[in-house]
Structure formats: structure tokens, C-alpha cells
DNA sequence: AATGAATGAGACTTCATTCAT
DNA sequence: TATGAATGAAGTCTCATTCAT
């Protein structure tokens, strides 16, 4: 709608598909503005510096994913069910989306990655946090340090799809079954 | 005595510890022969580019690592626990020398890591992938492609170590058997 | 008016006087861009390169040369006249341009100087060439290959003009008719 | 012989291969002695600088080329007879050895050439240029300064040779011929 | 809001030269 | 004589950022 957010997202998407395929290092902001299709200075319209950039797009994804995860508030449905499908949909959707999969897993493993940014961004798993509590207190799956289970989604998550993306492994439907199915051994009771 | 690869070394010394905080793009060539004590041109005489150095160095420590793991060659003890105590090994290494993962982590997800890269650093493992195969075969761990064995070990260590190191975990003895047993559940029959 | 090429011609007139005197090898980036009185960054805005620069300077130059000389066109002259005057204004403007003319000189002794550069540059002097084929065919000069041409006009001239510069020889008005007139018996049938 | 003038030799050798495909500022000491198969300390035990190396190799080229022109001292001969047998001599030669020519040009031309060398190898002319004197005194040829009959010989070989190389001209017996009796007119009364 | 020419600090790298062996 | 590892000044070039328009 606003012009305004066209441009605003148009840096945003060139910066996931060049640092995705060139890394932060590799990807300069000339580079971003030629593939937006707008001006060095609109750049700095929007953001105030690089870093802030690469920083606001991490914690957009990050906030954009956890948004997505629907969580099921059938009181019929097990909770056990419920943890699944949250577990479920978290993996898959990193699993499927490699080009922000690898974006995230590369900002996650640089400096740029700061306690700050991952407590901020994760506000927004409140309500998957809060599932896992009650799957803690219920004896669903194993009392473990929350960012633990973030490891075992999303980080595990990360490395499937960059192998993937580099050909190292062949990601069919029934391996994406069994990483989730494997995932949830290590952390159900 | 071997004063060449004591340079060589006094190098890649200092582009682990320097990468490990700063990241790729936050180390200059600078900062590591001023941390190293040696010239620029020496940098140039061991590596022939910075590209190169920090390949080498991920090699070398892949290596180095993959020579660490002592496996149990004794006729008595069952394949099950001798599977069990080579991933003991792998995933306590990776969560006891943070820098050295903090380094490996970056590397790996990040576009200097090609599939070719990848190929040659495998070899090494060769003798821990054929324990693997074994396993397969005698049904103690579930068949998957070879790379999932290192996203559920090597992965999930350096997303261990890095969240401890920003302080996100504690990483107390109890923690860390549980992370390597939550991982075999992942893999194990 | 015209700022953007101010720029560029200040880097141009930088190069030419600094490389006249001190050669490619002894000219630096630096040494251009302050003689300009531009940033480093303004070099490489108009420039992808110091080879480009260096090219570029060099094809422009032969080019303004080349429109520089009036071809008489009045019928009642004759063809030996015609391109007797061509001939002569030529060898006199490397002589009387000292600096050009060592550029030049330089560029046309180096690597830097391929058949493809010389081949679009002599587009340029398509209407001298002209002159000339018609001057062989009405049995006026020597039936040479074009580029020998170039050697009797610019690359004597060169000669010359270095010699004088660096002080060789004392060039006169005197020795300059001399020049222009030996060379055209070098030429002429 | 002597296993000294070798390796000093072979350092000649690499170097006017090297620059004349190279240039001077293309060609690194590390070329230099890795083409002669020497150590980096042994050109710096012939020569005391890179410049002192090209500079040497200038002076001894062109000294050899001086001794090799065969003067015709038979008193029979007429004099006319004998600086054309000279100058075909220089200029064949020059035409002939397309990489020392190409060596002498881009020496020539830049600003290593200084007065005091080209002073110095001058000397080694001396007999050359008591031909050419005792020429203009007997109206053989015209009365130049002693560098212009440089000029039509040297330089318009080195260019002639240069435009061979390049492929800007086909250099066929005819037309050696040809140059050779172009700058005779050039000289000649 | 938008542009893009201009900046200049600083990055990577080269290379002539030295010197302990 | 000969070696070649080591040096470090200096070179080319990049790139995040600014600002007049």
C-alpha cells in the first residue's frame, strides 16, 4: 500500500537473498541497493547503518516465523498433540525456507548475534514457551533450559536445510519426517 | 627446532581466538599478524590469501578433532556402547572448547563452506562414519544419510557452546549429559 | 555546468603530467588523486581501475590528436600538398607537446598497448588514412602497410620529442622543418 | 666457464624475457629469479637493486649491439656504400630480435632512460658515428644531430618491431627491405 | 522522500630487499 | 657464494556513509 514500505521491503528481500548466498562480508550495501532497485541514500532512509539493517531483518524473520506457528487451543487435543504440531511446524517451516533458514542460521552463529537481540526477539515465542512449560509440568517432554529446545528446532533445523541447499544431503519428504520424528526423541519424555 | 610452523601456528592461533569474537568480517589481517607477532608478509608466505588461512584453519581443526576420538577397538565391549562413547566424545569437545566451536559454527554456516570442503574434511571421519555403518546394519542406531549424524552431534554442540557463551545457558556437567544423551535418543533405534 | 566531467579531466591532466614524468611503475593512486585535487574514491568513480585510467587517457588522447588535424579540402590543392600538410601538422603537434607526447610514447612502448587499443584508436584517423590510400594510389607515396605510416609520423616524432625533453638535442624551428621533411622523403615516391 | 657469469646471465635472460612480455612495473624479482632458477639473494648478489638489474641489462644490450655492427673498412669501398651497410646492419638487427627491441623501446621511453646512460652507451658508437661524420662531410647524408640519426635507425626499428609482434604488421623480407631503404631516404643527401 | 556523486579510512595484498644460516 | 624465510612500507582498491540537490 504506502510507498514508503515497498522500498522498505524491497532492502530487505535483496538483503536475504545476497547475504543468504554471500554472507554478510559479501554482500555490501551497493550490492543491496542495485538489487532493491533504489538509491544509496534510501538505504539509510530506512535504516540507520548496515548493521542495523542485517539486525532489524533478523529479528522481522525471527518474529514473522513465530507469528506463523498456529498453535492449537482445542481443549479435546492432547497436549502431547499440541507440542508435536507446534514442533511440527517450527522445523518444517526452516526446513522449507532455505534461503531465510540460511540467513538466520548465519546471523545466529556471528558477533552480530547478541543475548539482547535473541531475548528481544524471544518475546515473540511467548506462547510457544508457555506450551513447553506446561509439557514440562505435565511430564510431556524433558525439563530442559528453554534455549535448549531452540537448539534442538531451529538450529537442527538450520543445518538440514544448509546441507541441503549445498547438496549434501537429498531432503525428500520422508527424511523431512524423520529429522522431525528424531528432534522429538531428544526432547519428549 | 620447527620454528616454520611455529609461525604458521602463532597465525592460525590468532585468527581462531580473533574469528571467534569478532567474526570474518571484524578480523582484519591486521588485527591477526599483531596478535600473532609476526609481519604481514609472513601471513602471506604460509597462506596465500585470508580466504585461505581461515579454509586451512577450519580444515586443520576438523582434523584434528576427527584424529581425537579414540575409538573403543575392544572385542568385549558391545557396538552400542562403543557408538555411545565416540558421540560422547564428539559432542563433549565441541561443548568444552567454545572458541574452537564459536570458530566452526561461523564457518560452517557461512558461504566459505562449500560442499567440496565438506568432501575432503569427511575423509577423516571415516573410521567414526563406519562404526556409524555398523551401527546401521546391527540396528542399534537409525539409518540415516551420514551428514544427519554430524547436524544431531557437531551442530547441536556448537549451538550449545555459542548459547552458553552469550550467557543464554548454563553449562553445568548434569547439562551437558543431558544434551549428549538427548541427542543419542535422536539417533539411537 | 559540466561538474561531472571536470572531475574526470582533472584526473585525466593529473595522469598525463605525473606519468610523463615519472612513468607508470613511479605514479601512484595516491599521487593522481591529490594532484587532482579529488578523493581516492573519486578515482575509482570514474575509473574502474589505474590500467583503465591509464587506457582510457591514452585512447583519448590519440583520438583528440586525430581531430585536430584539418584535412584541406579545396579541390585546386593538390594531393602531394594535402597530404604534406596532414603529415606535417601531426609530427609538429607530438614535437611542440612534450608531455602528451611522452605519454604516448611510453604507452605505445608497454604492455599496456594491445592490438585491440590500437585498432580502435586508428577508427579515428579513418580520413588520414584516406588521404594517404589515395596518395598511393595516385603514386604520391610509397605503397606501405597504414601502420608504417605511424611509424614515420608519431613514433619518429616521439622520438624526437623525448630526446629534446631530456635534452639530447636542441630542437629548433630549423630542426623541426628538418624532421618533418626527412621523414616525408622517407614516405613520399 | 665460470659458474658466476651463469647465473648473472640467467638473470639477464629472465628479465628481458620477462619485460618484454611483462613491462617493468609486470615483472616482479620473484619472476625474475624464479625464471633464472636462482635464489631471491642471488640477484641481490649481481645487482644491487632491481633498478641497478634493468639498468645493466640496457647498457649491456646495447653495447652488444654495437660490437656486432661489422664496419666495412676496405678502402676500396665507397664511403656511401659503407654507412648503408651499417645502417642495414642496425636496423635488421633490431627488426630481427623482437624481444631485446621491445626490451630497448620500453627502456627507452620511460624515465629510467636518463641523458648520463644513453651518454655512456653512446660511447660504444663512436666508430658508427666517425662513419656518419665523415658521411656528412662528404654530402653523403644530411647534417642531423648525431641522436636524430638514432632516431630513423633505432626507434623506427624498435617500433616496426613492435607492430610485428602485436601483429599490426606482417613482417615479410619486402618490407625489411623497404624500411631499411625508407629511412636511408630519410638520412641520405 | 529520494538521489547518487563524493568521500576517505582502512582493507587486502604485493614486492623489493635483508640477513641469519 | 648461495639460500629463502621474513620484513614492512606502500600500493591498489572497496565500501559504508554523507550531503547537496
Redesign the pocket.
Known sequence: M???S???QAIFNATLRLVSEHGF?????????KEA?????????????????VVELYKELKKKIAKEVRINDDDDVPLRQKIWEAWDQIIRYEIENSIESTFLAQFSKSPYCTMEIEREVFIDYRKIMELFERGIKEMVIKRLPPMVYNTFSIDVAHSIAQKSKIGMIELTEDLKRTIVESTWEAIKM
Do not use: C, P, Q
Request: aromatic letters at 12%.
Open positions: 504506502a510507498k514508503i515497498d522500498k522498505r562480508h559479501g554482500t555490501s550495501i551497493a550490492m543491496i541497493y532497485g533504489v538509491s544509496a541514500g534510501s538505504v539509510y532512509h530506512y535504516f540507520s547503518s548496515k548493521d542495523e539493517l
